[in-house]
């Protein structure tokens, strides 16, 4: 049974690596975090966008970087709290404007 689910995870980092573009160090870690029997699809902070789509390690690892803010709610799926990571509400006003700026109708050439 062992020997089966080390096969799936060494598939399923085979296969990540190879449609996911990441930087020597994200793939050393990512190597040893699925050394200790995790897959890549798991983060160790249990994180999930604001789908309830759990995030794979290299987007954790990625968005532990950023400015986020986090949220415990209650998982139905899980069925247990979930720690959900959503963009801080500034950022998303920010965004909202630039795209309000960016609506502009030009004259067509015809």
Known sequence: MVKLRNRVLEEEYRDYIKH???TGREKKELRQWVATGHSVYE???NCVDEYFNTEDYITNMR???E???F???WSPYENDLVCVRR???KEKEDKEE??????V???LPF
Do not use: I
């Open 105 to 107: 109708e030009e004259d």
């Open 87 to 89: 963009k801080p509400e």
């Open 71 to 73: 949220e415990f709610v």
């Open 43 to 45: 983060n160790p902070d």
């Open 67 to 69: 400015d986020y803010e």
């Open 20 to 22: 996911n573009k990441l």
């Open 98 to 103: 630039k795209d309000e700026e960016c609506d």
């Open 63 to 65: 968005h532990s970087n």
